[in-house]
């Protein structure tokens, strides 16, 4: 089912690799069929466009849901910080000093 030789890992280890592959094959698959359900649905009747866990089995389902956005945390919110910095200061300096 891998692919690889069984002898130099344990049978958790070889669960692991099998579960790994088996949602990344699923989640190529679902790519590709979401991406030709998208291109053929009819927007009257479907209003939301189709998500990979739309085509994937129910247990692997949890490994493909989308977020619904960005938890704002102190974290987060430093980590954004230098994306919306004003470019006032960058004009005030000499052209060798520009970032």
Do not use: C
Not at 12 to 34: C, F, N, P, Y
Request: net charge positive; charged share 30%; no cysteine.
């Amino acid at each position: 089912m891998l692919g690889i030789d069984p002898s130099p890992y344990t049978l958790r280890e070889m669960m692991w690799m099998l579960k790994g592959r088996r949602i990344h094959d699923w989640g190529q698959t679902g790519s590709i069929v979401a991406i030709i359900a998208n291109a053929n649905r009819n927007p009257k009747r479907r209003r939301a466009p189709y998500q990979i866990a739309d085509f994937v089995p129910s247990d692997l389902r949890r490994y493909f849901r989308q977020p619904r956005g960005l938890r704002m945390t102190r974290g987060t919110l430093h980590a954004m910080k230098g994306m919306f910095k004003s470019g006032r200061k960058a004009k005030d300096q000499p052209d060798g000093e520009r970032r």
